[in-house]
């Protein structure tokens, strides 16, 4: 694990954005604004010294484990993790091609960085629970880094999980809510409203914090400040763009699962390239 500068975080989270677009361009297929809009909290936790990891020894016994729940937002964790050295980046081109190790879905025995199997939306979080507690069974001091999606929250399981994780005192879980208030069929106030999130997790015995998504900063800070909770499970509420960085896809629920098309990648990779008009051919 190696701890990066703010500018370099920057522009990793950028270098992943990039990725995204040229991966989801050459699929065909696969899901747009919640990987651009969670490039930051990946960052941060892959470079900005929150995960313990080793991309040479990707089984290596005390490492961290990062559970993403929201498993069709895979392409922001293929392109950290091939950013992070457990892969070529190269590979990356091969998202939902046949035979390939990068599935729509991540699939934890096909790829290395790759901790669980998701796809059905609300596994992730009895994953991470059960991870945590087995952890804190065994007097290691591991982490679980949960990875959910504000539309899961619909999930009966999550809740479930949510509840044992606060009566066990999980202070070993940190939960990252991807709170982008889209889903596939439109806003999630509209589809089932979920506020008072905060309230909701801290009557179930969870520290909740709330940051800006896209601040690589505060996405660490509160990850630190996590650790040093021990009394309790932490969620993080993210509050994130979807589709961050690309102008024509922010906010817009109709990108939460389309790719790009041939022009509209060209548009987007101008854009991140330049870091919209902020740098010529600096960074290019």
Not at 36 to 57: C, I
Not at 158 to 166: F, H, I, P, Q
Not at 247 to 262: A, R, V
């Amino acid at each position: 694990m190696q701890k990066f500068s703010q500018n370099e975080l920057k522009y990793k989270a950028n270098d992943i954005r990039q990725d995204i677009i040229q991966m989801l361009l050459e699929a065909k297929s696969g899901h747009s604004a919640g990987p651009l809009g969670m490039a930051d909290v990946f960052t941060a936790l892959y470079f900005g010294g929150v995960l313990n990891y080793r991309p040479d020894q990707p089984g290596w016994p005390g490492r961290d484990r990062l559970v993403l729940s929201c498993g069709h937002i895979c392409p922001v964790l293929y392109a950290t993790l091939a950013e992070a050295g457990y892969f070529p980046k190269t590979e990356l081109m091969t998202l939902r091609k046949f035979g390939s190790r990068l599935q729509g879905h991540p699939h934890n025995l096909d790829l290395p960085g790759v901790e669980t199997t998701s796809g059905p939306l609300g596994q992730g979080s009895s994953q991470a629970v059960g991870m945590a507690l087995a952890f804190r069974m065994d007097h290691v001091k591991n982490r679980v880094y949960l990875i959910m999606s504000d539309g899961e929250q619909n999930e009966g399981q999550t809740w479930e999980a949510v509840m044992l994780a606060g009566k066990n005192k999980l202070h070993n879980l940190t939960a990252i809510m991807d709170r982008n208030n889209i889903q596939i069929d439109g806003f999630t106030e509209d589809v089932m409203p979920l506020e008072n999130l905060k309230a909701k997790y801290e009557a179930f015995n969870w520290h909740v914090l709330e940051v800006n998504g896209n601040n690589i900063d505060e996405i660490i800070d509160a990850c630190l400040e996590a650790q040093s909770i021990y009394e309790k499970p932490t969620l993080i509420l993210a509050h994130t763009i979807p589709g961050m960085g690309v102008d024509f896809m922010e906010n817009d629920f109709k990108w939460h699962g389309n790719p790009p098309n041939k022009e509209q990648a060209v548009l987007a990779l101008n854009e991140l390239r330049t870091l919209r008009g902020q740098i010529t051919s600096e960074h290019q």
